[in-house]
């Protein structure tokens, strides 16, 4: 009888003692999927811009299939689906322009044709070249944390970066 005393709350320590690291590996699991979510959106998004362009390419200039930086980088936005377009940042390369979208936003107006190719003066010149779209965005962590003793610790962001090489088809 006088045992059993001895052993009361026993379990609930140990059940304490094993839970408080579980939760913790547990929040850190669905954080690392939210981040792995991100990256294959990006990426995703990131290739089907490129697909788009590339296929808007030297036969389209001077018609009604031409696009500009603008229908690109809504594409790339759309596309990427729960990432905001602020916090991404891209760049358009082709062989006769280049444009730098930090952030996404910045060329969302941007009425410029794109992709502009060095070699596109008959309308089948430039088909064959490549155009390369390349975007990078800045994963923010879901909370601080706050230490006894030491007050917020913060923690700095990483970048998840993606990029696309097409042809132009025609």
Not at 11 to 28: A, D, G, Q, R, Y
Not at 63 to 82: H, P, S, W, Y
Not at 109 to 135: Q, V
């Amino acid at each position: 009888m006088r045992r059993r005393k001895q052993r009361r709350g026993e379990l609930l320590v140990e059940f304490t003692l094993c839970s408080i690291p579980l939760i913790f590996i547990c929040i850190s699991v669905f954080w690392m999927a939210v981040d792995m979510w991100e990256y294959h959106t990006l990426v995703a998004a990131v290739n089907e811009a490129a697909r788009y362009a590339s296929v808007h390419g030297s036969d389209c200039a001077g018609k009604t299939c031409a696009i500009r930086v603008e229908d690109v980088a809504n594409v790339l936005a759309n596309r990427a689906v729960g990432l905001p377009p602020g916090r991404i940042n891209a760049t358009l390369t082709s062989s006769a322009q280049n444009y730098t979208c930090n952030p996404l936003t910045s060329c969302q107006t941007n009425a410029s044709a794109w992709p502009s190719l060095a070699a596109n003066t008959p309308a089948t010149a430039g088909a064959g070249t490549d155009i390369s779209i390349s975007a990078t965005f800045t994963v923010g962590e879901p909370k601080d944390i706050w230490v006894p003793g030491a007050g917020t610790v913060k923690f700095n962001g990483w970048t998840l970066g993606a990029n696309s090489t097409q042809p132009v088809v025609y």
